[in-house]
């Protein structure tokens, strides 16, 4: 982990009219405990959207630690300023380590994530705290906003009944449907897990493997978060995605909770999804395997019901 200096937030003010603490260690009335982690590499003008969205949350966290990932512009003043706690990075060390840093940070027994290009529906943190229960990973559904409407998709519960994960084998097959975003994390069980990992790609999903290895999680169908769709996201690589989701979800054969045959179905869901990109003789005929017919209905009708869910549901979170 790269050297760090933790620096009181010069905007204890803005906390104190969301009903915080600075240090977060004693939550107030009105707060919920939980440490917000904001991880932020030049993202001045995102950050300020992000932050606003978490002190509009009714009720509010008691913690907020954004880690400036050794920026070169104006992302710590901007997070002083709306009252966040700051950790800098001496030197740029990227997403998962930044995460690492926040939660190690965090005074909260419960950790809330949020990019800082992303933003949260005012209901979010009430519906993740109301919907814990006894899970040790919980998350609303997010809304993958692009430019145009009309690219809106859903990310999380297909059906409007929440979607409960008894295994980690869950987010491996048709798809990991607990968005980064938007997931709350029992602060013990992150620590156990051993924090995120150098990865590239799909760091987040390797990381809430190990944290459901530890217990049962539940994707809220609540859309409680925004995920702004944007050029400069490592996620438009969608094959080098894949293959990572391929190789972190081999990586764990040795588990009791392994499921095969979740494997299997996710590398016949990414053929199909590749021959479509790029179709070819040699993606088609993978496609002619037998077993490959089973995995490929089961997506086709989650992808079918999250499309029905995204066309019914506004970027307010709500039902058009």
């Not at 803005?14 to 915080?20: E, I, N, Q, S, Y």
Request: glycine share 8%.
């Amino acid at each position: 982990m790269p050297r760090l200096r933790l620096r009181p937030s010069a905007g204890a003010r803005g906390l104190a009219r969301a009903g915080k603490h600075a240090n977060g260690s004693t939550p107030t009335p009105g707060t919920v405990p939980v440490t917000v982690v904001i991880p932020a590499y030049n993202r001045e003008r995102m950050l300020r959207r992000a932050l606003g969205s978490v002190l509009a949350q009714h009720p509010a966290p008691a913690e907020i630690v954004v880690v400036d990932d050794a920026s070169t512009d104006g992302t710590a003043a901007v997070a002083e300023e709306m009252g966040a706690r700051v950790v800098r990075h001496e030197e740029n060390a990227g997403e998962g380590a930044a995460r690492n840093s926040g939660i190690a940070a965090a005074t909260q027994p419960w950790i809330v994530l949020l990019d800082s290009d992303d933003e949260w529906l005012p209901h979010h943190l009430d519906s993740l705290w109301r919907g814990r229960g006894h899970h040790v990973v919980v998350a609303t559904s997010a809304l993958r906003c692009g430019d145009a409407g009309t690219r809106d998709r859903l990310q999380g519960a297909a059906d409007p009944r929440p979607l409960v994960l008894r295994t980690p084998a869950d987010i491996v097959f048709p798809e990991n449907p607990v968005p980064v975003s938007a997931v709350m994390i029992r602060r013990d069980v992150a620590d156990r897990a051993g924090g995120y990992q150098p990865l590239q790609h799909c760091a987040d999903f390797d990381f809430l493997l190990r944290c459901l290895d530890q217990g049962t999680g539940v994707v809220l169908p609540d859309v409680g978060v925004r995920y702004h769709l944007h050029a400069e996201q490592v996620s438009h690589d969608r094959q080098q995605m894949k293959d990572a989701h391929t190789h972190i979800s081999r990586s764990y054969s040795d588990r009791p909770w392994y499921d095969r045959r979740q494997v299997r179905r996710w590398t016949a869901a990414v053929a199909w999804d590749m021959y479509r990109l790029e179709g070819g003789a040699r993606r088609g005929w993978a496609l002619v395997r037998p077993w490959y017919l089973d995995p490929l209905l089961r997506l086709w009708w989650w992808r079918f019901r999250l499309r029905r869910r995204s066309a019914r549901i506004g970027r307010d979170g709500q039902p058009r």
